[in-house]
């Protein structure tokens, strides 16, 4: 499979699912032919924008499996917009060549903010005020009702939105402690604890901000909540399964917790609007939304720029920097240069062999990068003279070419 250069008009982009304009903006001022369609696809209609395109870009609701990429000949890339990428095939679209960029930080912000909301509505019991006062009933008692300032919050994950949340809290006059299994430098006062059970046993408020991975799967139960301080309050707002949601029920239940916050579920509706019982709406204390930390106007915007920027630095310059399943290489534009990009099968001897191929034509190397995951690699070279269609056509016929662009 090959692809040659042209120009960024008649590079095909379609966007589906109602991405946010930001996208179609940043990528129609690029200068690419830009098609949007509000609705997410599926099957033969999918197949054919598929084969139309050379990027894609997708939510989370059309699914690009391997049947779909099986149609993908001409697609240089897939942009997800959306923190996740479980809704594309994406090892397979490796092996076809096609790298996928998704913006997993876009939302940090708004999740953050939620969190402190919700921190704050835990010690204020303002779920529960609110619901009664909906049912007419007002109830203006204050027990149970405190102020965040001076207490203790313990992040379990201090990456993108764990360390925003502990500037937030800071300036909210709290004490900050997090844990991380890789060793972060602190921001502002907050302070690093080796041990998770020593930080869940000094917080008043317990955090969590971690991928789902095995790790973290269930990482508090029954053992790590009956360690939080009596009265004390769980925040969930990264993946349901990190919490073993029966031992926060009975936890809850049996009044060792103050409250929880919960926003991800470990399972969740697929459809935006659903019939759905988390099972909590008898516990006093809980404040439940439907996985909307990062669902803000400016997050959607944010989301649209991060992946329309990754995608036109790929299609222009060959960055890979981001893609969740291709080695990643960020060539710097070299001026006066003629760049090669080269997907291949991760075997010996293509280096040597595009060399070659080079040389043959009389070209110097200025500069080159090639970097591998398990499954493929990729080259990129700049060379000093402009490259005709027979190098081209010789760098796709390696046995282990995949794809092939030569850029300006
Ligand atoms: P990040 O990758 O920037 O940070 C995650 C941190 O967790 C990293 O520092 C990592 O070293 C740490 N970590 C991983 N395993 C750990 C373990 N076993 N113990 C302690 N620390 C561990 O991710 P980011 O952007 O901060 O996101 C955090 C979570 O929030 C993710 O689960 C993400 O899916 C979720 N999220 C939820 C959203 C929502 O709508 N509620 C929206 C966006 C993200």
Same mark, same amino acid.
């Given at each position: 499979?090959?692809?040659?250069?042209?120009?960024?008009?008649?590079?095909?982009?379609?966007?589906?699912?109602?991405?946010?304009?930001?996208?179609?903006?940043?990528?129609?001022?690029?200068?690419?032919?830009?098609?949007?369609? =509000?609705?997410?696809?599926?099957? #033969?209609?999918?197949?054919?924008?598929v084969?139309?395109?050379?990027?894609?870009?997708?939510?989370?609701?059309?699914?690009?499996r391997?049947?779909?990429?099986?149609?993908a000949?001409?697609?240089?890339?897939i942009?997800?917009?959306?923190? &996740?990428? +479980?809704?594309?095939?994406?090892? +397979?679209?490796?092996?076809?060549? $096609?790298?996928?960029?998704?913006?997993?930080?876009?939302?940090?912000?708004?999740?953050?903010?939620?969190?402190?909301?919700?921190?704050?509505?835990?010690?204020?019991?303002? *779920?529960d005020?609110?619901?009664?006062?909906?049912?007419?009933?007002?109830?203006?008692?204050?027990a149970g009702?405190?102020e965040?300032?001076?207490?203790?919050?313990?992040?379990?994950?201090?990456?993108?939105?764990?360390?925003?949340?502990g500037?937030?809290?800071?300036?909210?006059?709290? #004490?900050?402690?997090?844990? +991380?299994?890789?060793?972060?430098?602190?921001?502002?006062?907050?302070?690093?604890?080796?041990?998770?059970?020593?930080? $869940?046993?000094?917080?008043?408020?317990?955090?969590?901000? /971690?991928?789902?991975?095995?790790?973290?799967?269930?990482? $508090? *139960?029954? =053992?790590?909540?009956?360690?939080?301080?009596?009265g004390?309050?769980?925040?969930?707002?990264?993946?349901?399964?990190?919490?073993?949601?029966?031992?926060?029920?009975?936890a809850l239940?049996? &009044?060792?917790?103050?409250?929880?916050?919960?926003?991800?579920?470990?399972?969740e509706p697929?459809?935006?609007?659903?019939?759905?019982?988390?099972?909590?709406?008898d516990?006093?204390?809980?404040?439940?939304?439907p996985?909307?930390?990062?669902?803000?106007?400016?997050?959607?915007?944010?989301? *649209?720029? !991060?992946?329309?920027?990754?995608?036109? !630095?790929?299609?222009?310059? *060959?960055?890979? !920097?981001?893609?969740?399943?291709?080695?990643q290489?960020?060539?710097?534009?070299?001026?006066?240069?003629h760049? $090669?990009?080269?997907?291949?099968?991760?075997?010996?001897?293509?280096?040597?062999?595009?060399?070659n191929?080079v040389?043959?034509?009389?070209?110097n190397i200025?500069?080159?990068q090639?970097?591998?995951?398990?499954?493929?690699?990729?080259?990129?070279?700049? /060379?000093?003279?402009?490259?005709? +269609?027979?190098?081209?056509?010789?760098?796709?016929?390696?046995?282990?070419?995949?794809?092939?662009?030569?850029?300006?």
């Amino acid at each position: 499979m090959s692809d040659t250069s042209f120009p960024r008009h008649r590079i095909r982009i379609t966007l589906l699912e109602n991405v946010h304009p930001s996208a179609a903006d940043a990528l129609t001022e690029r200068g690419y032919a830009v098609e949007v369609i =509000p609705r997410a696809l599926e099957g #033969r209609e999918l197949a054919e924008v598929v084969a139309a395109s050379h990027v894609l870009g997708v939510r989370s609701r059309t699914k690009l499996r391997e049947e779909a990429l099986a149609h993908a000949g001409k697609m240089l890339a897939i942009g997800c917009f959306s923190v &996740g990428t +479980d809704q594309v095939a994406i090892r +397979d679209a490796a092996q076809r060549g $096609i790298p996928v960029f998704n913006a997993p930080h876009a939302s940090t912000r708004s999740v953050a903010e939620l969190t402190m909301g919700a921190m704050i509505a835990l010690a204020r019991r303002l *779920g529960d005020k609110s619901n009664a006062l909906h049912h007419r009933h007002w109830d203006k008692t204050l027990a149970g009702a405190h102020e965040v300032r001076g207490r203790t919050v313990g992040l379990i994950g201090y990456g993108h939105i764990g360390q925003q949340v502990g500037l937030l809290a800071e300036a909210f006059g709290m #004490r900050v402690l997090f844990h +991380d299994i890789v060793r972060k430098l602190p921001l502002g006062l907050a302070r690093p604890i080796a041990d998770v059970d020593e930080l $869940i046993e000094q917080s008043d408020f317990v955090s969590l901000h /971690v991928p789902e991975t095995p790790r973290t799967l269930a990482m $508090i *139960g029954a =053992p790590q909540l009956t360690r939080m301080r009596r009265g004390s309050y769980l925040l969930n707002l990264s993946r349901g399964k990190v919490v073993d949601v029966e031992a926060l029920r009975a936890a809850l239940a049996n &009044g060792h917790l103050g409250g929880a916050a919960l926003d991800v579920f470990p399972a969740e509706p697929t459809p935006t609007v659903a019939e759905f019982d988390v099972g909590f709406a008898d516990l006093p204390n809980v404040i439940l939304t439907p996985h909307v930390g990062g669902n803000t106007e400016e997050a959607q915007r944010a989301i *649209g720029l !991060e992946v329309a920027h990754a995608l036109s !630095e790929f299609i222009d310059r *060959g960055s890979t !920097e981001g893609a969740v399943n291709f080695p990643q290489v960020n060539p710097p534009s070299m001026p006066e240069t003629h760049r $090669i990009l080269n997907i291949h099968q991760n075997v010996p001897g293509v280096l040597a062999a595009v060399n070659n191929i080079v040389s043959d034509v009389g070209a110097n190397i200025e500069a080159q990068q090639l970097a591998t995951t398990r499954d493929i690699g990729y080259l990129v070279m700049d /060379v000093n003279r402009e490259l005709s +269609d027979e190098v081209h056509t010789r760098i796709s016929a390696l046995p282990m070419n995949v794809r092939t662009r030569i850029l300006y």
